[in-house]
């Protein structure tokens, strides 16, 4: 086995988990869905069968104020528990193991009624808390073990109690929002008494044969956070109380230090469970930016943690552990933390899902059955849209012949996965090509299709997935050879001047912008990446954060845009802030607002604010969005072809690869 530590079991006394990895809380936005709990339970059973050794599920509120949101989901009374059968039954019948995760939001809800330690309003909701009474924190207390006694009722095998992140729990131990004067407030004890009695309490009432986690905040990332000292302390205090294992909790949700997104080097936060871990006797778990089972079997076979937790690359593959059990981890499909489908879209309040695995969320409703009269498909254009169709397609007993004209599948991801920071989209090809070949797609790379030999080929249809092409912008002087496209960039790697003017703003702007200020990307270094962040390994200071290392600027940018929008704030929402502050770092001046006029000798005109401006720069380079290719598909539609459009091709406004993606999984489970 390649994998031996990752699948040696582990025995916590009264139950054993039969490996080491652990699928994070996720929230999935089907929580408060109609008949959303069944879809949950589809959700959960195929994590289940896929092989993982325990699963939490997202946070449930036990109370009221303690909710994401007004509508949030809550486990407080006999009538919830019903429906949370749905979910562990059908874990239980893949031999899976479930622990709830009680999430309290404390001053991080997204309602009026949020309470905290004291009433400090959060920078990421608008609604400032109620500092709680002694009444409303015993009550609150309460609320936790009743949560976990009715999780113990629907049949969990344990909770996770949420300690970290900066919900309700951490702002009781960290003394930047406990500023209370009375016995849950000031010193460490009293800071830490909520936690220590949830714990002791829940463990008192459910005996000694259940789960609980406690997920500890190791490193706030914050100012007034907790010091190492402290969190030692109360890591071995939560052992004596009852808890059997402890998670790791990685940076407040307002700490502007990434913690997840791609740009984040792997296992980027494991120094600080192996150090935890050596002051504790229970099973350590560790978080953030795992997701390969090699890197997973590098920090368990090295000490670093008993467990290692993912989430998101179970959203990704469902099969991640059977996969590599079997030893095919290349057959893996890698969630390349871009946010997109799933963290993107639970802030939006939509459900979450992934970009590179449409059916995450969606199990019970994006099928692909066997066919029983199998076609013969032509798709041309390999890149996300058409390799996902081709996949999917012949997963149901299609035919497929994928045809491209480059000499490598992926389309533009081959571009992305050069962008520093964006190293990840790599392994989406990988996957890709591995599925292809599994699944005896007929790849035909280095062929510029046409509408004639297509029609030709005798296809019972032909789907058209042949992207996009960069607009070209009609401004005077743009004829000159210092204009360039971001493939002439990117691509081609055409030498740019140290003063560059791009226009257009949205993310292939910025990755631009990233890619002319970043010779070396920080994600491959670990050591430049946590002091360029401002990470303290040392932990000389309370939440762990220092001054940021800066990097010198290598070139002056301006980037542009018309819109008068905050420049960047099409981006992600919760990785659009990391690019933002990344290029403002490397002194790339943001404009919005900007009327275009002329490239002259000067330079490049532009109008901003009333005022014309003179930029005086050596390129200007154009990502001013695309335009999709429907050359060939008019051409087969007028000699009468049945023809299907997806992706860039089918309209490109909009366009990002998960639409991509998603467009050629839906058509294939029609078609
Ligand atoms: P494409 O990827 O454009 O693929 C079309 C394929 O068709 C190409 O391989 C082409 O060679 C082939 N083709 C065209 N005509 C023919 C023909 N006649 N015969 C044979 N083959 C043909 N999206 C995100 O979601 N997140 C990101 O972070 C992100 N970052 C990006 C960064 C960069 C620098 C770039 C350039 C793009 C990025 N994108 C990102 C966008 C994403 O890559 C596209 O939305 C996605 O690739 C579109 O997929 P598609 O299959 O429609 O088209
Ligand atoms: P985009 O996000 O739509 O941005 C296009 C930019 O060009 C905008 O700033 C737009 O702003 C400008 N523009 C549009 N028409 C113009 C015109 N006629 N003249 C001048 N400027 C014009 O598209 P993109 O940057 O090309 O990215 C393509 C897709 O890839 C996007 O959907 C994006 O989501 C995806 N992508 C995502 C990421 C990511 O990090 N998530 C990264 C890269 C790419 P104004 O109209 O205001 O000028
Ligand atoms: Fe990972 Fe992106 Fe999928 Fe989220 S959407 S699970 S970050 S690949």
Not at 28 to 39: I, S
Not at 394 to 401: F, K, S, V
């Amino acid at each position: 086995m390649s994998f031996p530590h990752i699948f040696e079991p582990l025995d916590l006394g009264f139950t054993t988990l039969k490996n080491r990895v652990l699928m994070g809380s996720m929230h999935m936005g089907l929580e408060e869905e109609k008949n959303g709990f069944d879809k949950l339970a589809a959700f959960y059973q195929a994590r289940a069968k896929g092989g993982v050794g325990l699963i939490v599920t997202g946070g449930i509120a036990p109370n009221f104020a303690g909710r994401v949101e007004p509508k949030g989901s809550q486990l407080s009374f006999f009538w919830h528990v019903n429906k949370h059968k749905k979910i562990t039954n059908a874990v239980h019948q893949e031999g899976g193991k479930i622990c709830l995760q009680i999430l309290h939001t404390g001053r991080y809800a997204y309602h009026p009624f949020n309470v905290s330690a004291s009433a400090i309003k959060s920078p990421i909701s608008p609604f400032k808390p109620k500092a709680l009474s002694e009444r409303g924190i015993k009550k609150t207390i309460n609320d936790f073990v009743n949560c976990a006694y009715l999780a113990q009722k629907a049949g969990y095998d344990g909770v996770e109690i949420m300690g970290s992140e900066g919900y309700l729990i951490n702002q009781f131990i960290a003394p930047k929002t406990n500023k209370r004067t009375d016995d849950w407030g000031g010193s460490f004890e009293n800071r830490t008494r909520l936690a220590l009695d949830i714990v002791r309490q829940t463990r008192e009432k459910v005996g000694p044969d259940f789960i609980i986690i406690f997920r500890l905040s190791m490193l706030d990332l914050v100012d007034e956070g907790s010091t190492f000292d402290e969190v030692v302390k109360l890591a071995k205090l939560l052992e004596t109380a009852g808890v059997t294992i402890l998670n790791t909790g990685i940076g407040w949700h307002e700490a502007r230090i990434p913690t997840i997104v791609t740009s984040v080097p792997r296992k980027a936060f494991t120094w600080i469970t192996e150090r935890i871990k050596q002051q504790v006797s229970i099973p350590v778990i560790t978080t953030n930016r795992i997701n390969t089972p090699e890197v997973a079997e590098q920090i368990l076979s090295s000490g670093q943690a008993d467990m290692v937790s993912m989430a998101r690359p179970f959203l990704a593959d469902a099969d991640f552990v059977n996969k590599a059990k079997e030893n095919n981890s290349d057959q893996i499909n890698t969630c390349i933390a871009c946010n997109q489908g799933c963290l993107d879209h639970v802030f939006q309040r939509q459900r979450a899902t992934c970009l590179v695995n449409p059916v995450a969320g969606y199990e019970t409703e994006l099928l692909f059955k066997t066919v029983v009269e199998p076609k013969k498909l032509a798709v041309v254009g390999a890149g996300p849209a058409g390799m996902a169709f081709a996949c999917y397609a012949a997963e149901r007993g299609h035919e497929i012949h994928l045809f491209d004209a480059e000499q490598s599948i992926g389309g533009q991801f081959n571009i992305a996965k050069t962008i520093p920071g964006k190293e990840e989209f790599y392994e989406t090809i990988r996957y890709f090509e591995n599925r292809l070949k599994q699944l005896g797609v007929h790849l035909h790379l280095g062929q510029t299709k046409d509408a004639e030999s297509l029609v030709a080929g005798d296809f019972d249809k032909i789907v058209i997935a042949t992207g996009i092409t960069p607009r070209k912008l009609p401004i005077p002087g743009f004829d000159s050879d210092k204009v360039l496209g971001y493939l002439d960039v990117l691509k081609h790697h055409k030498p740019v001047g140290k003063n560059v003017a791009i226009i257009g703003a949205g993310g292939i702007g910025f990755d631009v912008a990233c890619a002319l200020t970043q010779p070396k990307s920080h994600t491959l270094d670990l050591e430049h990446w946590l002091a360029y962040w401002g990470v303290d390994t040392d932990y000389s200071e309370r939440g762990a954060i220092k001054k940021q290392k800066e990097d010198q600027p290598t070139r002056k940018i301006y980037l542009m845009q018309r819109k008068n929008t905050k420049v960047g704030a099409g981006l992600g929402k919760t990785s659009g802030w990391v690019h933002r502050m990344e290029l403002k770092r490397s002194g790339v001046d943001m404009m919005a607002g900007v009327e275009y006029k002329a490239l002259t000798e000067e330079g490049l005109e532009i109008i901003i604010d009333g005022e014309t401006r003179i930029l005086d720069v050596d390129n200007v380079i154009v990502c001013a969005g695309q335009l999709s290719n429907t050359t060939l598909a008019d051409e087969l539609k007028a000699l009468g072809a049945d023809v299907e459009i997806i992706g860039g091709a089918s309209y490109a406004s909009e366009l990002d690869a998960k639409r991509a993606i998603r467009q050629g999984a839906e058509l294939a489970s029609t078609i």
